[in-house]
């Protein structure tokens, strides 16, 4: 008797808890994944690791433009599936996610269909697990997947942006659920994106990059030209540029794995160089232009300046490839922000 | 803990007389865990164009719940 | 057993915005009239112009237009409106979304800083209270006519302009005394 009524009681715990995780699940404001569900003692432990109030008012989230605390933060956070020791990150995301630079309303809710990429730099990788090589686009590692995946929640919850309601994203894509990548820059010979980007050597940041999903340059040859050639190809594709328009013209993120990036540095190729080159040679003939802009003033540089160019070390140790990911728009710039760890100054 | 699903219909059943004049019934469908789930159904005459849209529902349904709903999330499910 | 979840939608922290400041006098008043596109309502809002104009003494007359029906209307529009109008009467409110848009719209205008008065109809009277409390100015007042209002016949809808006029009068004078005026006015022969 004693075993059985435990046995129901059991039951009954689980078919709550099923049942809890299966109505947010049909709810319209998910991102169509099972959440972690946010109880008090693990939104707690989150708010602690950020080192600050958990009513602490970080700004405004839009285009709800609701004031967002970092306890709002760290419900969605804790849903993800992100850990309490995520948050210094997660904070620093934030924060960069509602600099007006950024612009995450055009992000989010244009038809473009766009989504926040988040790069993470310095000790911090390290000391959360951020997956900096391998499959750094996913699938596999908890702290680039669910630090992705918070993004889309504070979008949908605080953001109030909802698929096909304030966001008209026409198509989507994949980054849409979580895209977040770690630079290898123990790997890498080159500058990491943060330090070029003002911040100083042993510190740790968090750079968003409102762009489109990724185009593999796929690069076999034995040849950094054959590389450079391959990304300028890969940029300077008239289809996808949409030059006329608001969504055109914008910054672009380069990844590079490491048999490019050994290549292209033995022949003594730097981020520096490359982004020059780049910028130089990927144009758009007028002619190309023509056919899907219907009119053309001259030929088109895809980059208006080699600065809108970032480029990231990052990607298995085997396998000839890189990745170009176009941006949203000119209207939204990458911004970077200092990952803060321990009590803060509010 | 949120608010019987009773209570609920009596704090928007104003809501409802406004839905019904441009032919829709307005349907507190479930609560539970502080999620309220609200249908809205056409009758035959019902107006396409008068309907109100989906985020203006969401925020009078918030302005009309009192206080102590405790209700954090509202989906609608719309004709 | 509760499971006791925390809410991740954060709070709206509505502003309280009071209501614009109201008109002294209605004397040589520019009107400016929204039309929301509903049937009859460009026809009805001239009504209730010429009533305030022959009545009221208001001075020039301008209509806008919006071409969005459910929607808000655009900021752009609102700044056209308020640049040559002392107050704005906006319509027609016959419906749940037209309604809502038309308070909506008339509240952005009040935030601008003159009075606006939406002409709406009884059944969505909850609505619109709750409306107003979402948008942050539970003061905003506008006017009620019975419903319907579009598909009314002219002389059905000179009789609701009538009785919509000493509302409106009252709502952008904002005082008592002119609540009487009005009550007056409205009771008087009207002289063609």
Known sequence: MKIAAVRDEHEQVEARLIQLLESQLDSEWGDGLPILPPTHQSVDAFVRHAGMDGAHVLGKFRPSEIEVSVRDVAINAIMAGCKPGYAPVVVAMVRALMDEEFDVWGVACSTKGSAPLVIVNGPIRREIGINCRGNVFGPGFRANATIGRAVRLMILNLGRARPNELDKGTLGHPGRFSYCIGEDEEDSPWTPLHLERGLKAGESAVTVFGGESLRLVNVHYNSADAVLAGIVSTLACPGILNAGNLTGRSPHVLVLAKEHRDLLNARGWNKARIREYVAERAVIPEEALKQVAGEADGPLAVLQKPEDLLIVAAGGHAGRFAAIIPGWSWQSQPVTVRVQTGKQEQ | ?79 | MVFELMNPAGNVNVRVSKVANRLRVLKGARLGLLDNGKTNAAKFLNMVADILVREYGVGAVKMFSKDTLAKPASRELLHAIIADSDFVVTGLGDCGSCSTNSVHDSIEIEKLGIPAVAVCTEPFLPGLDALTRMRGMPDYKFAVSPHPLGVLFDDELKGRAQLVVPQIVQIVLGSAESAQRAATTASAPVTP
């Open chain 2, 1 to 79: 803990m949120s608010a019987a699903p009773d209570a609920i219909r009596a704090a928007l059943s104003s809501l409802a007389t406004v839905f019904a004049a441009d032919g829709y019934r307005l349907i507190v469908s479930g609560v539970g865990a502080g999620r309220l789930k609200i249908r809205v159904e056409a009758e035959p005459n019902a107006c396409a164009d008068c309907l109100i849209d989906k985020e203006t529902l969401v925020g009078l349904v918030q302005s009309s719940l009192p206080e102590n709903a405790g209700i954090h999330a509202i989906d609608i499910q719309y004709p």
